[in-house]
């Protein structure tokens, strides 16, 4: 079977925004990470005497992760801004490659965890986790 070209990744079409601010400063390696607290389509209930149904799993609840650099300080701040206010705000990450294009939508985010600080000898990145109570994704050619 001959291989099919797949295409081209670029991590520089990749946007993260925040509340209508585009987040930069992020980390070389994985600097953004979208998980369903409960990842599962269907969900299977079962009888006392066997017989089954599957449950569509409405919940789409989700926790974003940003990975920032040490020294995005002006992404840092703004994020702490959002905890700090209680802010309740929109979340999308944006991948644009030509005609196609990822989006994930998240709605009613908070901040749901400050990122743990260290200090080393190089640049450690910062964790901040961002929660959603409903979170959708799309991926389509325009």
Known sequence: ?????????NPEDVNIIVNGVTIEGVDEQTFVEIERLKPEEYMVKVGAKGDYTYVKNLDRSAKIK????????????YLASLLESDAVFDTQIVRKAGPYKELVQAINCVIGMRPRIN??????PRQWEILSGKLTETDKEE
Do not use: C, D, H, V
Not at 119 to 124: G, L
């Open 1 to 9: 079977m001959a291989q099919e070209f797949q295409g081209k990744y």
């Open 66 to 77: 940003i990975t920032l650099k040490q020294n995005a300080r002006r992404s840092m701040n």
């Open 119 to 124: 200090f080393a000898a190089e640049e450690q």
